[in-house]
């Protein structure tokens, strides 16, 4: 599952926009014959079009697919994904899905950048067990090209990979950079977001109550 592919033709395409990013409908690519000359642009395996019964748009992996970053994500870190990159362009922002860095030492889940160019924030979807040092890492990859982050999960704290015996506690930032943003993950509970790299908790969606 896929909200980002590449046309033969028209290079890159969002099942997500109404337009797919270049000014074609959903019907160019979805049911076609003979099928749009659509592959992922992580493994370069073809894909095609689907529309879930939800009326969900995205793009899958034709059968005999190789391993795929994309295609080991969990359906709920797509969904969230395309959440953050929705509410960026509600905000003004323009917001594209799995950019990679200049060099490729990092990808952005999703890369908000204001249209004036002023600032560039990486939205990272979190909800993988994940240890604070790699945050840490992928956060000073980022920012040495310039990008900040902010880390979205469904958890009130990080999502560690090995439980602890000791009360919670919130990391707090320790060191910056000379222009002030912060090198080591911030978990606020609540708050907007801000421009300084760090973390934030998405809150989960209360369960409908049991009957008696």
Known sequence: MAFRAVHAQWGTV????????????????WKTRPRAPITCDECHHP??????????????????????ALGLESVAHHL????????????GA???????GPDGAWRADVLATD????????????????????????T?????DGVASIWFSDRPRPPGRHRSTSPPR????????????????????CGPPTRRSGTRSVPRTPSPARRP
Do not use: N
């Not at 969002?14 to 690519?29: I, K, S």
């Not at 000073?140 to 040495?144: T, V």
């Not at 060191?175 to 606020?188: E, F, Q």
């Open 14 to 29: 969002f099942a997500h926009l109404p337009d797919l990013g270049c000014q074609r409908g959903w019907e160019a690519v």
């Open 47 to 68: 894909m095609y079009a689907k529309t879930s019964r939800a009326g969900l748009r995205f793009f899958a992996h034709a059968p005999g697919a190789p391993t795929c």
């Open 80 to 91: 969230l994904k395309l959440e953050l990159a929705t509410a960026a362009r509600d905000a």
């Open 94 to 100: 323009h917001a594209e899905l799995e950019v990679p």
């Open 115 to 138: 249209p004036a160019g002023a600032w560039t924030t990486a939205l990272e979807a979190q909800l993988a067990p994940i240890t604070g040092a790699d945050i840490t890492a992928r």
């Open 140 to 144: 000073e990859k980022m920012h040495a």
């Open 170 to 189: 919130t990391p707090t930032s320790s060191r910056k950079t000379a222009d002030g943003a912060s090198t080591k993950p911030v978990w606020p509970r």
